[in-house]
């Protein structure tokens, strides 16, 4: 019994783990994004092609739009990293 919920709490571990590795901001550079209804803007870029986001689109009342980003050539800036200060050491 004590196996089976080790087993079962590394398999959870890992599952978990995977989930906060993913990352959403990968699919924004798509050109075609699915807008309306539950999406903010840009909305779901995820779609290669026109015909793929209309195939998505289709009976969700959502229509398709160019992504911005990719339209507008503006692709997202890196945060700038904080500065790390090093720490003064002690003579000894």
Same mark, same amino acid.
């Given at each position: 019994?004590?196996?089976t919920q080790l087993a079962?709490?590394?398999l959870g571990a890992t599952v978990f783990a995977g989930f906060v590795t993913v990352t959403p901001a990968a699919a924004r550079d798509? #050109?075609?994004c699915a807008q309306g209804g539950e999406y903010d803007?840009?909305?779901? $870029? +995820?779609y290669s092609t026109y015909e793929q $986001?209309? +195939?998505?689109v289709s009976g969700r009342l959502l229509y398709c739009g160019p992504n911005p980003m990719v339209a507008y050539g503006q692709a997202p800036q890196?945060? #700038?990293r904080?500065?790390?200060? +090093?720490? #003064?050491v002690a003579p000894y």
């Open positions: 019994m004590r196996k079962l709490l590394t798509y #050109p075609w803007y840009p909305g779901e $870029c +995820a $986001c209309q +195939a998505s890196p945060q #700038p904080p500065h790390r200060r +090093a720490r #003064p």
